[in-house]
């Protein structure tokens, strides 16, 4: 559930923290009060896009945080688990917008992108706009509305894996049939270059022991003048060579740690290095001796790397690649080769990937239908008690045979019958707002439990109703509030009443600057306030009474 909210130099908010509790939180205020301000800065914090309009007249930089508590909501610590960002059983999430209009976020004290917020917030909350019924027009939003009111994931999968690789064998077919066609001097040229390839190129590490060996034979003379000298200054006859300063040491050594044996471990060290500048003399002049100044030797492999050069500039990759370039050819060469022989393979493929299209797609479709007459029958019942005694429908047509759409071969239509005896009419030709408004707000009462996500935010979806629907709508919402976390933003008396807890949202001039103030309410302040909703600015004894009596009810 969400905590708690911060919010500092937000449009016309200079600063406010509110506190949230379980249920349905309700927040009123007069028209241009900014009741709805809360609410964008839930969708900033969401990872909406921001600008420089957010920010408070005259201040560097807007800033909101949101705190929520994750104990119930195992998937999303298993979702920070997985991003590094999990921080016990709570979320932060922290947003600053600039005055230049540039954004930082933060999750769990920790920089993150806006993707990653967003991504983070879908386990959290999820924002019903006051013309978010405006999306349920779109055929492809009431799909996919649909389809998480059914949770059949898996089989959505099935459908696109499915839809997918019938994709991947089309372009496989076209890209052969082409080659097919194309330029019959092609294989020729290709079988050319593979043949001068199969005789120059090398593998990766062929290549580097052919460089190493051109590197020591270039050096040859360099190294065995430089061997010599290192053994002339080790071991000579000169008494003052290496060998024999380090013997006469040794002896000195031995001499003295017979007066005290502290010196003998100097002595056996002594020794000991005496021992291996003998095995180093001796490594030197082994390898002396094995050196091969053969210039026919170096020639060749200068020729070798020049020609492994040029081939790298002509099939412009690395030397050391040439060899997996061979590959590459060898196997477009087969391609080729044998084009007609892969397309009808790949055609059988494609045969069996739409077999199996079909056969998930079906499975899909039946989902689908199963759980439109569930939601219609909910939705159905939701508009009776929102005083539309008519029907609401959700049309399933079958798309053409031949196509593999990644979603299925399903067109959705909700359809409403507003009033008895009428024929139903698509949701998007709808004219009345109010009535459009009472069938979103029941589409989405019925369809809410689809998903986990705890925190259920309504910015003024009960515009346009009002009376006894309005009641209902309060209902449902507190309802709803049984089960989950509901913000509600709203103008209705008969909404406000049935809050669980409730702020009013209060605009005020200071200092020739527009602040808003939020307030929590306790019972006398929001019987005024409800009072307030419901007669206007002159609060009288008998709207006083009717909002008392609204609250009783609401209990």
């Known amino acids: 559930m969400l905590r708690s909210l911060f919010v500092k130099d937000f449009a016309i908010i200079d600063g406010a923290d509110v506190n949230f509790a379980p249920g349905l939180t309700v ?72 005055s230049d209009g540039s954004s930082r976020a933060w999750l769990n004290d920790r920089p993150v992108s806006l993707s990653v917020l967003r991504e983070a917030a879908g386990f959290l909350v999820e924002i019903h706009g006051q013309h978010e019924h405006q999306a349920l027009l779109s055929r492809k939003h009431q799909l996919a509305l649909l389809d998480a009111f059914a949770q059949h994931p898996d089989r959505i999968e099935g459908v696109a894996r499915a839809a997918r690789r019938i994709a991947d064998l089309d372009r496989g077919i076209a890209e052969l049939a082409g080659a097919e066609k194309g330029d019959p001097d092609r294989l020729d040229y290709l079988r050319f270059q593979h043949q001068e390839l199969k005789k120059h190129a090398l593998s990766g590490e062929t290549y580097a022991r052919l460089v190493d060996d051109h590197r020591r034979l270039a050096h040859a003379a360099t190294l065995l003048q430089g061997s010599q000298q290192l053994i002339d200054a080790l071991d000579s006859d000169d008494e003052h060579s290496a060998t024999s300063s380090l013997a006469h040491s040794a002896t000195d050594a031995r001499k003295l740690a017979q007066l005290d044996p502290a010196l003998a471990p100097v002595a056996e060290l002594l020794e000991s290095a005496g021992i291996q500048l003998v095995e180093a003399i001796n490594e030197l002049e082994r390898y002396r001796s094995a050196q091969d100044l053969d210039p026919e030797r170096y020639g060749e492999l200068d020729a070798q790397l020049a020609k492994l050069h040029e081939l790298s500039r002509k099939h412009r990759v690395p030397a050391q690649d040439l060899g997996l370039r061979l590959g590459e050819l060898a196997d477009e060469i087969d391609r080729l080769q044998h084009a007609g022989e892969k397309i009808e393979v790949l055609r059988r493929e494609r045969e069996a990937a739409s077999a199996d299209y079909t056969r998930a797609s079906k499975a899909l479709s039946e989902s689908r239908r199963f759980a439109a007459t569930t939601l219609a029958t909910r939705v159905t019942g939701l508009l009776r008690e929102l005083s539309i005694a008519g029907a609401f429908e959700i049309q399933i047509e079958a798309a053409d045979e031949h196509a593999f759409p990644l ?45 986990d996500v705890p925190v259920m935010v309504f910015d003024e979806v009960d515009s346009g109703i ?33 809050g669980h807890q409730h702020f009013a949202v209060r605009k005020s001039v200071q200092d020739g600057q527009t602040r808003t103030a939020i307030e929590a309410l306790d019972a006398k302040p929001r019987v005024d306030e409800i009072a307030r909703m419901l007669g206007g600015v ?14 009783a009810a609401a209990r």
């Open 27 to 98: 927040l009123t205020g007069e028209t241009g009060a900014g009741k709805s301000l809360l609410v964008d800065a839930l969708m900033l914090l969401a990872g909406a896009r921001g600008d420089a309009g957010v920010v408070r007249h005259g201040a560097d930089r807007a800033e909101m945080s949101a705190e929520f508590d994750l104990r119930a909501l195992p998937l999303a610590r298993a979702w920070l688990r997985e991003q590094e960002l999990d921080d016990e059983e709570q979320l932060r999430l922290r947003r600053v917008v600039r």
């Open 407 to 451: 979603s299925g071969r399903d067109a959705v239509e909700f359809v409403v019958s507003p009033n008895p005896g009428q024929p139903g009419r698509p949701l998007r030709k709808i004219a009345s707002g109010g009535e459009l408004a009472r069938v979103s707000l029941a589409i989405e009462v019925a369809a809410i439990g689809s998903d």
């Open 466 to 498: 009002g009376g006894a629907t309005a009641e209902v709508v309060g209902r449902k919402l507190r309802e709803l509030g049984s089960t989950r976390q509901v913000l509600c933003v709203t103008h209705l008396a008969q909404v406000a009443a049935q």
């Open 538 to 551: 002159e609060i009288t004894t008998a709207t006083r009474s009717a909002a008392k009596e609204m609250i």
